[in-house]
């Protein structure tokens, strides 16, 4: 570690010493109370280390997963590849280990700001990241392009990265989270993403996480709002075999945040969305829409915590949950929670859990189509609700795919 | 083309058709008239092929085969088409998936190859055209906010497009008013052939005044009590069911 990140390396050693006294999340908390991570502790993974180059097989998935209208920075194992990345100049990217020297002024102030409730996760990633991205858009100026943080993993073994993105005044951009690994991989990805959206400020981002099907993940997205700003996160969990995903927003006056997702569980995977608005203060708007499809032995759990303070008047919140369960073996584990403190607020919330519709599956039989057909056409139909919100057309395509893929005939390519 | 034979059909331990007779040969239009509860509905369910009811006695052949062993894809696909009295909304999947998955789908099992992606565009839109609707229908859902007339015409599109052979309109003219029956029935009279038979199924003679059926019977209390031609549907309407159910 280099002398002049010493002011990184003061978080690091705080975070080490927390995660060293606690490990991994229990489930006697309550937000980990459907969550067992014990089976990552007992894999005792080692941390990744560089590798030196790709074989064929994981270059053409890295390839499958890179989208052609973007621009991209790609980590391997949790390292940055400078030579496989094309990031933009118009704005200021970089690693974040080159922020922390380069760009000290804009990071420190603000690194760790934005995570309201540290746990083991957190305390994880901050003490053993081995890089991650760091973005600052200026005032008033606009990403071109949406940019795509790759995250391959190959090693069977455990990676953290974190991140920082700042958007100052006025500021807009789409960003796009991959995570992807090598197909049948074991391995951990955690990664922390902390961003700040200055007033009027305008993000879009989506995450799709289609690690491999035996991999853990936790992914942590923890974003503060100024006046006026607004944050929109399309979220896709549809890989591993364990994943944790938690949004937590914090949201000043005027501020609009929606968040929308979709989980789509099969076999024994576990998919655990923990969300959470805090409305901070008056007239800010939040809309959040999640869905799950679970199949076979799959549990999926959302958590969707809203929280208006005493200042937050006018507050004007929805939060909507569907689910469903394709199996009698399925489960789902879903709380929607309002805690209001302003007298003045319009909340609403609505949770939905069922199996297809049986006049659907018979009406799509009596004309011809079988029911298995049917039963992949009405899925489809449920989960591409939320696939036809991306609004970048080869994150569309590379979505649709993979839907299809779990849903073939659901739907014409 | 299609016989029945003392066909009868419980709803759980309820008796709902008990012994129902009929034999309907191609090109011919057989009306099926009765007061509500007599079983109409429980008829064409069962020749669909749809689940909850109980066939206790009797058969059904189609062509020869026995329809009642079929389960209701594999009817569809031999050309028995079943109007809904109420289509379904299929929230999230389109019309022009839905016809061309079930085009696809007969067309496998009749050992054809799919449909050419342009001569699909363009019959359906030609069907489309027939029926007065906008091509906007296609790309909306499946019946989703359609209103009532809206919808029937859209069952009538996918009977044009997929050409069954053994056709039964399920009270087909309820909840139309006279331009959207017109069309329905229009629709319906330009699909008669020598080689396509129809059932419809129907409460009132309104709709019978634009589709001109063969044969009239009436369906009471789980039988058909009486039969006859054009004229009985007529004097139906003029001294209602009452004097038959009590026959």
């Keep these: ?61 890295l390839a499958a997963f890179t ?70 858009i200026n005032e008033n100026s606009q990403l071109d392009k949406p940019l795509q943080i790759i995250h391959f ?39 922390v993403l902390e961003i700040f959206l200055r007033d009027n400020a305008d993000l879009t981002l989506y995450k799709v996480q289609q690690d491999s099907d035996k991999a853990y993940h936790f992914g942590g997205t923890y974003v503060q709002q100024a006046d006026n700003a607004r944050f929109t996160h399309h979220n896709f969990a549809l890989g591993s075999v364990l994943a944790r995903s938690e949004i937590i927003s914090h949201l000043e006056t005027g501020a609009q945040c929606e968040l929308n997702g979709l989980y789509l569980g099969a076999n024994r995977q576990h998919l655990d969305n923990l969300t959470r608005i805090v409305h ?70 609505g949770v939905t859990v069922g199996q297809l519709d049986e006049k659907s599956i018979f009406y799509l039989q009596s004309r011809g189509i079988d029911e298995d057909h049917a039963k992949h056409i009405l899925t489809f139909a449920f989960a591409n609700e939320m696939v036809d919100k991306i609004t970048v057309p080869s994150l569309h395509d590379c979505v649709f795919t993979q839907l299809l893929a779990r849903f073939p005939e659901g739907a014409e390519r | 083309m299609l016989k029945i034979k003392d066909l009868t059909v419980n709803i759980g331990t309820k008796e709902i058709l008990k012994g129902l007779n009929l034999n309907v040969k191609a090109g011919e239009i057989h009306a099926i008239m009765g007061p509500n509860g007599a079983g109409k509905s429980t008829l064409s369910h069962v020749l669909s092929g749809k689940s909850g009811y109980e066939v206790t006695g009797g058969s059904v052949t189609y062509n020869g085969k026995d329809l009642l062993e079929m389960p209701a894809e594999i009817r569809a696909r031999e050309g028995v088409f079943l109007a809904f009295q109420y289509p379904v909304e299929i929230a999230g999947v389109t019309n022009v998936y839905l016809l061309k998955a079930a085009l696809n789908a007969i067309r496998k099992h009749k050992g054809l190859s799919e449909v050419d992606a342009m ?48 056709c039964i309109l399920d009270e087909t003219d309820s909840g139309l008013d006279i331009d959207a029956l017109r069309i329905v ?35 009471a209390d789980g039988k058909i009590v009486k039969s006859g031609g054009a004229e009985l549907a007529l004097e139906l309407e003029e001294k209602g069911y009452g004097w038959l159910e009590q026959a």
């Design chain 1, 280 to 349: 901070a203060k008056p007239d800010a708007v939040s809309r959040e829409y999640y869905k799950g499809i679970l199949n076979n032995r799959a549990r999926g759990v959302f958590q969707g915590r809203i929280v208006v303070d005493e200042d937050a008047q006018r507050t004007d919140s929805q939060m909507n949950n569907r689910n469903l369960l394709l199996s009698s073996d399925a489960e789902i584990d879903t709380k929607p929670q309002l805690e209001i403190y302003a007298d003045d607020v319009k909340c609403a919330h």
């Design chain 1, 153 to 191: 993993a190959t090693q069977e073994a455990m990676s953290a990265t974190r991140h920082v993105v700042i958007l100052q005044n006025n500021a807009t951009a789409t960003l796009i989270e991959t995570f992807i690994g090598v197909e049948t991989q074991t391995y951990l990805t955690s990664s």
């Design chain 1, 1 to 61: 570690m280099k002398t002049d990140m010493s002011w990184l390396n003061t978080f690091r050693q705080s975070d080490l010493t927390h995660f060293e006294q606690t490990s991994f999340p229990s489930q006697r908390l309550e937000d980990w109370r459907y969550t067992n991570v014990s089976a990552i502790e007992k894999k005792q993974f080692a941390l990744a280390s560089q590798i030196e180059k790709l074989d064929d097989n994981a270059k053409s998935r």
């Design chain 1, 67 to 136: 989208l052609n209208d973007c621009y991209h920075g790609i980590f391997i194992d949790g390292f940055f590849q400078a030579s496989l990345s094309t990031l933009p100049e118009s704005i200021t990217v970089c690693s974040i280990n080159e922020a922390a020297t380069l760009h000290e002024t804009l990071l420190a102030p603000v690194f760790n700001q934005a995570i309201e409730s540290p746990h083991g996760f957190t305390h994880f990633t901050n003490a053993h990241f081995s890089d991650g991205i760091f973005v600052c």
């Design chain 2, 119 to 166: 001569d699909f565009l363009t019959l359906v839109k030609s069907k489309t055209k027939a029926l007065d609707m906008d091509e906007k229908f296609l790309y909306r859902a499946v019946n989703e906010g359609f209103s009532g007339g809206e919808k029937k015409r859209n069952e009538i599109l996918q009977m044009a497009m997929l050409e069954p052979q053994m």
């Design chain 2, 185 to 219: 029935a229009d629709g319906v009279n330009a699909l008669r052939s020598e080689n396509r038979a129809f059932i419809m199924v129907t409460h009132y003679q309104r709709l019978l005044d634009y589709i001109k059926p063969d044969f009239v019977h009436v369906l």
